[in-house]
């Protein structure tokens, strides 16, 4: 099998990112709509950021309605905004629904109809406007990737949109919008981020350009995830860095398990991704590991546990139990139950998550009868 390896988004990261982005504003269109939640400008995020691209001369509108798991409609409403106040940029500050959203209002602007109508692989054909990221969290990394999520309630799937297309022009990576990111998020966006490596590393598409990122972007992790949830501004200006390079990293070498798992009851629960991810990662783990022993020793090793003497079986179980237990340092939710999932939703579950596009990514065949035990080891 061939690998490949893209990464077109231009990333500016340090100190002054946002300074350099602004002048290069003028050389991507002539009106910018920023796309954002209504916590961005609430933590006053969006006005810093507006602050420092008011330099670059251009009108800045704002649509700042985007909610968690966006949907059809949060496209189209987005979409309307951008319309009525004629931006030719899109400049996305958030997270992974902010950054998906403005990806998706990218498309429509120049292709037209609804979202829905993209669904899949490279299903439109004029590019899409230009799009910059200001990511506020650690973990999508939609900042640097070609896709995006958008869920459809007219199906109950997160429908997956993807094209090289899609690739944001330029990554904004600044201390400055994370300092103040609540320990919870960083937490829960960062173990997304950590599962983005972790899948990628192990995965059918996983390549030596793409392993040596997502390593050292499991390496950056397992030293900062927690000193991050804890609220520290160097930690968590790591994770940021460390999760763009995990989406530099996952988006050609593919994902597996875990996200199938994740995206299926985000869907259907509308569970938080990082949060989701974080709670199957470690019996993901533990599933795939007779299929690529060395390589969970070698991540084992990257989240600094001691693999001395051990061999690659012994060694490659530390790397569920180092996820156990970043998990519970970082305090996020470690079972269905907790999320209120009944049990009796797990064949439903199974079934959906067997569909998933991430699943044959997986190092490891899962059958539905695999999933169903994965899914009940987290009850
Ligand atoms: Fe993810």
């Known amino acids: 099998m061939s690998g490949h390896f893209s990464s077109p988004p231009h990333l500016i990261l340090g100190g002054d990112a946002l ?34 691209l008011a330099g670059s001369g251009l009108p800045i509108h704002t649509y700042s309605e985007v909610v968690g798991n966006p949907d059809v ?19 996305a500050i958030g997270g992974g629904s902010s950054i998906d959203v403005a990806k998706a209002v990218a498309v429509v602007a120049t292709n037209g109809g609804s979202i829905a109508d993209y669904e899949g692989v490279d299903k439109f054909t004029t590019p899409p406007l230009p799009v910059l990221v200001v990511p506020t969290t650690v973990g999508s990394g939609s900042e640097v990737t070609k896709g995006a999520v958008i869920t459809n309630h007219e199906t109950n799937v997160k429908m997956i949109i993807v094209s090289d297309l899609m690739f944001p022009r330029i990554a904004i990576l600044d201390p400055r919008v994370v300092a103040k990111l609540p320990g919870r998020i960083a937490a829960t966006t960062g173990m997304d981020a950590l599962t983005h490596a ?7 598409g996983a390549n030596p350009v793409t392993d040596a990122i997502n390593l050292g972007a499991i390496e950056i992790i397992g030293k900062n995830l927690v000193a991050a949830s804890k609220g520290d501004p160097d930690a968590l200006y790591q994770m940021l860095v460390a999760s763009s390079m995990a989406g530099i990293g996952f988006h050609d070498a593919g994902l597996g398990a875990v996200h199938a798992l994740a995206n299926t009851i985000g869907g259907h629960f509308g569970i938080h991704h990082g949060t989701a991810n974080a709670l199957f990662l470690p019996y993901v783990i533990d599933f795939n590991i007779p299929s690529a022993p060395a390589r969970f020793a070698r991540i084992a090793q990257a989240l600094g546990e001691d693999v001395t003497g051990l061999d690659d079986i012994a060694a490659a179980a530390k790397a569920s139990e180092a996820v156990h237990r970043l998990a519970e340092e970082t305090r996020v939710p470690r079972t269905l139950t907790e999320l209120n999932i009944p049990e009796d939703a797990i064949g439903k579950l199974a079934a959906d998550a067997l569909e998933q596009a991430d699943l044959p990514g997986n190092p490891r065949e899962a059958s539905l009868d695999d999933l169903v035990t994965l899914y009940r080891r987290a009850l």
């Open 19 to 52: 300074e350099t982005a602004a002048g290069l504003l003028p050389t991507l269109g002539s009106k910018v709509i920023i796309i954002t939640d209504p916590g961005i400008v609430a933590a006053g995020i969006h006005q810093q950021v507006v602050d420092v």
């Open 198 to 204: 972790i899948e990628a590393y192990v995965a059918k």
């Open 73 to 91: 409609e949060t496209v189209a409403a987005a979409s309307a905004a951008r319309e009525a106040a004629g931006a030719d940029v899109i400049l």
